[in-house]
């Protein structure tokens, strides 16, 4: 991620005044610290005081500030503010905690900031489509106009040879029909253009026939022609009609012709008639009326009256319009004169007093937002033109980017984006509040060289239609769902930084978004932190300063919060990786998941930025992946893997110690061939083996019983070793929890937590009070085991904790859980594949999703309440008891929380209905075994000093003998030791004590021995050898010097003799 995109979010103005007035004082003072940060009230001028607190007087270059000299100084510079704003502006500087910023950090920071601004207009605006449709219809020639009826929600598409084609609101062809006039025949209809008469339920059709002709949709056949206007002068190619909608009769009909005439038909009764009938017509009579332009000019028609203007100097007018915003008429033409022409209407005038705008080359068509009170048009030099209506001198703005002549614009009235198309066929939404394009779509469209093309969007539905011709395509705007989500894609991971009290979560799109914890704003969000490579976990180092990151790509990132890559870790050795856990150490970094053994990296090698794994001491123990791990303080570290395997081993040594399993049958899958050792692994797990019964899944060897997704030390429970009791929990296959006690190797209880469950994952508070299990519907409990499992005994409790919570907080699997302390209160965040991290306390109480348009506040949460189940019946009858005093007693002021029966056989698979699950499933079934062979309960260190001799287990010995110089000291030593005085004990010296000689043979093995005098012998042939290389240069020299003095013979008489010692 050379280039984050860092996205930030602050409140609005309206935001903080929708809130209510009892609201507290503090959340509003803490959402105006945010809308006010001192970065966003900075000018140009500020910036430049700013640099000069880096470069002081008689200095050359910048200097790096501590935190109180930049406090002193900005509060000093800028002469505003308060010194709390500034510290909290240093510390968002400083991320690495270096404790000082220089002038470099100040403008990164800065831009980053504006940058992001900008970015998150993009991301905010930028509308989600569905994939492109072509409607099928029964167009012959180019479609001409595209009209949606808002009474009857159908839509009306008709084409030039009159082919009029009907959709339902599902844009499902109903009907094609013709439209015709009596005054040309069919081989030499053209249709021109159509409208929509919506306050009278007519549609108007024009003809190059120059005429118009108005259906009724209300007749009893319907687009029966009800008038027919006819004797216009030249042809009509452009139509607009408008109506008041506070009052239906009032209404315009604009149309332009070929001759560079704007015309318009002002009705003051259209809700009563259009036109007045002959007396002689009656309203039974189906029967078209026919009226002439002339009689409509000279005004023989009481309820309509017409206006016009011929500014466009005879030349094509592409499109009119009727704006009663501005109540004036809108044309435009292909020309460099009077491009764009705005007609007023005076009193007592029936011509139009213009205005016009002037643009090179011309304009194909234009649209007008009332709300900004600005004229787009689309002009065939390849540009957008921005007018203000009241301002002919230049244009508000100009939208660049169009490769090709602009044929077509329309703007969105409530998104406020403008819509363009060019001749290209590249499609360009515009946001006009920055005046910046935020989406291009191209590519997609049908492939033609010479096409006419109509832009139509219905706002409504979120609909854009565009023609190629006869071919009708439909680009439609994803509706916005109703719930709440925090991504865009699913979330993968979450983590609460205790350090900015900031949540950090990421999702399968390689996206990495920052919350505040205390509202749920969005405060940052990365893009593209592995491209386009879907990120699977994250972890914080030990300070919270660094952000890991992995992803299926096999590499692991490490971040600074203001988006740096430091480092990037090859886990997967240049090959895709399933990295499922990141575990930060002292003096090393873990990273587990894809393969049976640990990829580690060790700290004093992140001297560049590339670091390549270091090799891990001890041997690959595991049969099969490694899933998860935990680390207990000082060294011991417990790994799970995928066939429900634990294995403890020494972090220092990196060597296993021992290994257990819940089922004696998966331990013994793979059997050695030495006969002895399968004997004494039957003797090491044959307590387990007697003590697994109630969950093994019997006849059905189902391979996700035993997986091992989540493993945790409650490290809130001290004097395990001593007093007994668990130590280790861990979950996973079959919703199944499990308890053990590391020390003795003992499983001590095993519960369903969610019955059917496929797999769960959970995680423990810091105290080890609480255990928090999510299963892939959505399900979250909270279970009570502050009093569970605190001594150790032979008897497995299959009876489960006390549940304090069971909520269900999202509708897909549950990928991520978290806990966090804020304000005093426990709290838990969960991600889910629903795009959602939501905010719960651990009484169940959900506090919100992160993303909601309302901010919260964490309040008070109401204490947790402790529910007993009953106990389930036993599945087996076997050896399985539940001892007394593991049963919790119930609290008497717990108010009981009932759970939702659900019906196991209406419970959808999440293995087979699922693309994730299928593809998982497929993945492990397909996954060729790895032959091993297995390894004893106790496990031989691997590497060392002795590893190559032959090492068995020592015998257990009950009763320890006592040595031969207890048993008989007569032998060893002279007599009885005479007391000696208090002040001064004399001892006897060895040699008077010690009888028989001191024999190293008799004290190290016979293999020790040997290996040391092999040793030795090697070494005196190389000294050997060397003593001769030396004697030959000596000679040599010699030879060279024939007259030496007394004195350089002395020397060389005592090198000689150093050499040999």
């Not at 991504?487 to 978004?513: A, M, R, W």
């Not at 799970?640 to 013994?668: M, Q, T």
Request: glycine share 4%.
């Amino acid at each position: 991620m050379s280039s984050p995109l860092l996205v930030e979010y602050k409140n609005t103005e309206n935001e903080l005044e929708s809130r209510s007035l009892d609201s507290n004082s503090d959340q509003m003072e803490t959402a105006k610290k945010v809308l006010e940060q001192v970065e966003n009230r900075l000018s140009v001028k500020d910036i430049m005081k700013i640099q000069k607190v880096f470069m002081p007087p008689n200095f050359k270059e910048f200097v790096p500030v501590n935190r109180k000299n930049f406090i002193d100084s900005m509060f000093t510079a800028l002469g505003c503010g308060v010194e709390e704003e500034y510290g909290d502006l240093f510390d968002r500087i400083d991320v690495t905690q270096d404790g000082f910023v220089d002038w470099d950090k100040v403008t990164t920071f800065m831009l980053l900031e504006h940058y992001e601004k900008e970015e998150r207009v993009k991301s905010s605006l930028v509308p989600q489509w569905k994939d492109i449709k072509f409607l099928p219809s029964h167009h012959k020639e180019p479609i001409q106009s595209i009209v949606y009826l808002k009474n009857s929600h159908r839509y009306l598409s008709l084409s030039k040879e009159g082919w009029l084609n009907v959709w339902d609101e599902n844009l499902k062809l109903q009907q094609t029909l013709r439209v015709a006039t009596d005054s040309v025949r069919l081989r030499d209809l053209w249709v021109t253009s159509m409208i929509s008469l919506a306050n009278v339920n007519k549609v108007a059709v024009a003809f190059t026939s120059k005429e118009i002709c108005f259906y009724d949709l209300n007749s009893k056949e319907e687009f029966s022609c009800q008038y027919k206007l006819h004797g216009l002068f030249n042809t009509l190619i452009c139509m607009h009609y408008w109506y008041n909608p506070e009052d239906g009769n009032e209404a315009v009909l604009t149309f332009g012709n070929v001759c560079g005439e704007v015309n318009a038909i002002c009705f003051t009764t259209a809700l009563i008639s259009l036109f007045e009938r002959p007396t002689s017509s009656t309203d039974e009579q189906e029967t078209t009326v026919a009226i002439t332009w002339q009689e409509l000019v000279k005004g023989n028609h009481k309820c309509c009256f017409t206006l016009r203007h011929k500014e466009h100097n005879k030349e094509w007018v592409r499109q009119v319009s009727y704006c009663s915003n501005l109540e004036a008429f809108i044309s435009c033409t292909t020309t460099n004169l009077n491009t764009i022409v705005l007609g007023w209407k005076e009193k007592g005038t029936t011509t139009l007093k213009t205005t016009s705008f002037h643009i090179s080359e011309g304009v194909n068509a234009f649209d007008y937002h009332p709300g900004l009170n600005l004229i787009a048009s689309a002009a065939i030099d390849h540009r957008v033109y921005l007018w203000n209506p009241y301002v002919m001198s230049k244009p508000s703005g100009v939208l660049r980017g169009h490769l090709a002549s602009v044929i077509a614009v329309q703007f969105s009235i409530t998104r406020r984006q403008l819509f363009s198309f060019s001749k290209d066929k590249v499609l360009r939404i515009w946001d006009m509040h920055h005046q910046l394009c935020v989406q291009r779509i191209a590519g997609i469209f049908p492939k033609c060289l010479e096409f006419q093309t109509i832009l139509y969007f219905n706002e409504t539905y979120g609909q854009l239609f565009t023609t190629f011709n006869n071919q009708l395509t439909l680009l439609e705007m994803k509706q916005e769902t109703v719930s709440v989500t925090s991504h865009e894609k699913p979330v993968t991971c979450v983590l609460y930084n205790s350090l900015f009290k900031q949540v950090i979560s990421s999702d399968i799109g390689s996206t990495v978004t920052v919350w505040m914890i205390e509202t749920g704003q969005k405060i940052k969000q990365f893009s593209g932190c592995h491209g386009n490579s879907e990120i699977t976990t994250m972890a914080l180092n030990a300070t919270e300063t660094r952000l890991f990151t992995a992803s299926i790509d096999g590499t692991v990132k490490i971040w600074d919060f203001n988006g740096h890559c430091h480092h990037k870790l090859n886990a997967g050795r240049d090959q895709a990786a399933d990295i499922s856990q990141i575990l930060i150490l002292k003096r090393s970094v873990l990273v587990l998941g894809w393969e049976r053994i640990i990829t580690v990296f060790r700290m004093d090698s992140f001297t560049e930025f590339f670091v390549e794994p270091s090799e891990w001491k001890g041997k690959p123990q595991h049969q099969n992946d490694i899933l998860c791990a935990a680390f207990l303080p000082p060294q011991t570290l417990v790994t799970g893997s995928y066939d429900g395997e634990i294995i403890v081993w020494n972090n220092n040594s990196e060597n296993a110690s021992c290994r257990f399993h819940p089922c004696v049958k998966r331990a013994l899958q793979s059997k050695s061939d030495n006969q002895l050792q399968v004997h004494r692994v039957m003797e090491n797990v044959s307590t387990i083996s007697t003590r697994y019964q109630l969950f093994n899944p019997g006849s059905e060897d189902n391979e996700y019983s035993y997986v091992v997704t989540r493993i945790f030390f409650l490290e809130g429970r001290k004097n395990v070793s001593t007093m007994g009791g668990a130590n280790l929990v861990a979950c996973g296959g079959s919703g199944i929890v499990r308890f053990w006690d590391t020390f003795k190797s003992l499983l001590l209880a095993e519960f369903e937590a969610h019955a059917d469950a496929v797999s769960i994952i959970m995680t423990v508070d810091k105290k080890s009070d609480y255990l928090i299990t999510g299963d892939v519907n959505g399900c979250i409990k909270v279970w009570n085991i502050q009093e569970y499992c605190l001594c150790s005994s032979d008897i497995v409790i299959t009876q489960h904790p006390p549940i304090v919570a069971a909520i269900q907080p999202h509708t897909d699997c549950i990928s991520h859980l978290e806990t966090c302390v804020q304000d005093d209160h426990l709290l838990i965040l969960s991600a889910s594949a629903d795009c959602s991290i939501v905010l719960s306390d651990i009484s169940g109480s959900v506090i919100g999703v992160f993303g909601q348009d309302e901010h919260w506040r964490i309040g008070a949460c109401s204490p947790p309440s402790v529910i007993k189940s009953l106990p389930k019946e036993e599945k087996t009858v076997g050896q399985k008891h539940i001892r007394n005093e593991e049963c919790l007693a119930i609290s008497k002021h717990s108010i009981p929380i009932t759970e939702e029966n659900i019906d196991p056989d209406n419970r959808v698979n999440i293995w087979k209905s699922t693309v994730l699950g299928k593809k998982f499933r497929e993945s492990r079934i397909q996954r060729r075994p790895r032959a091993q062979l297995y390894t004893w309960n106790k496990i031989q260190n691997p590497i060392g000093t002795f590893s190559s001799l032959h090492m068995e287990d020592l015998e257990k010995i009950i009763d320890v003998p006592k040595p031969d110089f207890l048993q008989n000291p007569h032998k060893y030593f002279d007599g009885k030791i005479e007391e000696a005085d208090n002040e001064k004990l004399i001892f006897p010296t060895l040699s008077e004590t010690l009888k028989a000689a001191f024999d190293e043979k008799s004290l190290f093995p016979k293999e020790i021995l040997d290996r040391e005098h092999k040793t030795k012998l090697l070494h005196e042939q190389n000294l050997n050898v060397r003593k001769t290389v030396i004697n030959r240069k000596a000679l040599r020299l010699k030879s060279r010097l024939p007259q030496e003095t007394a004195a350089e013979i002395r020397l060389g008489k005592k090198i000689d003799i150093s050499i040999q010692k």
